[in-house]
C-alpha cells in the first residue's frame, strides 16, 4: 500500500473534518470513531513521524502525541515501531 493510499479505508473519511480537529471533551467523540478502525495504525504513524499539531490521528490527540514524542525522542520511524508492535501483538494473540 502506498504511503497515504491507508486513508481511503479510514473510519473517518466521510467525517466532517471539523469533528476531526474538536478541542477539549469533543476530542473524545472524534477518538471514538478510531476505536475500531482498519487503518489506526497507520494513521497515527503518519501524524507521529510528520509532527502533526492538531487534531485528532489514530486515535490519539495532538497532546497525546507530544507527550509521546517527549518521551520517545530516539524513535525515528513510528511507522516501523507500530507495525512491529502490531505484528507482535497478532503473534501472541496466535501462540
Known amino acids: 500500500m502506498a504511503s497515504s493510499q491507508w486513508i481511503e479505508n ?3 473519511r466521510d ?3 471539523d469533528e476531526l480537529f474538536a ?3 469533543q476530542q473524545n467523540r ?3 470513531v478510531c476505536g475500531g478502525c ?3 495504525t497507520k494513521c497515527l504513524a503518519e501524524a507521529l513521524d510528520n509532527h502533526i499539531e492538531f487534531g485528532v490521528w489514530g486515535g490519539m490527540t495532538e ?3 507530544r507527550a509521546l514524542l517527549r518521551r520517545r525522542p530516539d524513535v525515528t520511524s513510528w511507522r516501523t515501531v507500530l507495525e512491529q ?3 507482535a501483538s497478532i503473534q501472541s494473540r496466535a501462540d
Open 63 to 65: 497532546r497525546e502525541r
Open 10 to 12: 479510514a473510519a473517518c
Open 38 to 40: 482498519a487503518v489506526r
Open 23 to 25: 478541542e477539549s471533551a
Open 30 to 32: 472524534a477518538k471514538e
Open 15 to 17: 467525517s466532517d473534518p
Open 85 to 87: 508492535a502490531h505484528e
